[in-house]
């Protein structure tokens, strides 16, 4: 799942909406919404959270905040460490390897410490 598909869940559910019902009034189909909450599909384009914006009555920061999440929200993330130092390469691959084994509270640290960078 992906930080704006879980977002956008979680929206939808306080909302008491359906899925069906959200795909319909969006223009999109239940399964491509379904897909996008779970993240088997790419980070949507910013029409797309515009419309959800408007459908959900979510304005100013909570707006952003949906868009920096569905920026942030490729499923398959390419790292380009061309020209940089080979322990940024190192970092990497290493993640790249190890991701699916951290536990939630690893991800939050290092969440953490990127965040102070």
Known sequence: ???FGARLR????????????MARE???TAA?????????????NRHFVHRVCQYLGIIWD??????????LS???VVVDTANLDPRATLLAN????RIA?????????????????
Do not use: F, N
Request: proline share 8%; charged share 35%.
């Open 1 to 3: 799942m992906t930080p």
């Open 94 to 97: 290493r993640l790249a390897e």
């Open 74 to 76: 490729h499923p398959r």
């Open 10 to 21: 979680a929206l939808r559910q306080d909302r008491g909406i359906t899925l069906s019902a």
């Open 26 to 28: 969006l223009g999109v």
């Open 101 to 117: 084994e951290l536990p939630p509270d690893r991800v939050e640290a290092m969440l953490r410490l990127l965040d102070e960078l």
């Open 62 to 71: 909570e707006a952003e905040e949906l868009q920096r999440l569905a920026d």
């Open 32 to 44: 491509y919404l379904s897909a996008l909450e779970r993240g088997h599909r790419g980070r949507p």
